[in-house]
């Protein structure tokens, strides 16, 4: 019921920025949440951020360097990922939460490298 697209991902060098986008294909205001995961090679999938109409957080491995962030009126959900290490390498999955059922996006890859 709801159709999301990831962009924004690349490849960017130690101590930069990205601005990654989730586009979603109907209002946000009525989500549950929306989230970002990702998932690095060889690791299972995580939590990074996660933002409903009242609350957001962020995993305690990007505090101070992510945050997410909404538009309600672009249905858009956003997360700004600045300080970047090659750690934070992985492929960044938007996530919803629609009436208790998951919804995912393609994923879009970030690559943290010299």
């Known amino acids: 019921q709801v159709q999301l697209v990831e962009s924004g991902g690349g490849l960017v060098q130690p101590g930069g920025s990205l601005r990654l986008s989730c586009a979603a294909s109907?209002?946000?205001?009525?989500?549950?949440?929306m989230g970002w995961y990702r998932q690095a090679p060889g690791k299972e999938r995580e939590l990074v951020a996660a933002?409903?109409?009242?609350?957001?957080t962020v995993t305690d491995s990007v505090k101070g360097r992510f945050t997410i962030s909404r538009d309600n009126a672009k249905n858009t959900v956003y997360l700004q990922m600045n300080s970047l290490k090659p750690e934070d390498t992985a492929v960044y999955y938007c996530?919803?939460?629609?009436?208790?059922?998951?919804?995912w996006g393609q994923g879009t890859q970030v690559t943290v490298s010299s």
């Open positions: 996530n919803a939460d629609l009436d208790g059922d998951d919804y």
């Open positions: 109907r209002s946000i205001f009525r989500l549950r949440s």
């Open positions: 933002i409903t109409l009242y609350s957001s």
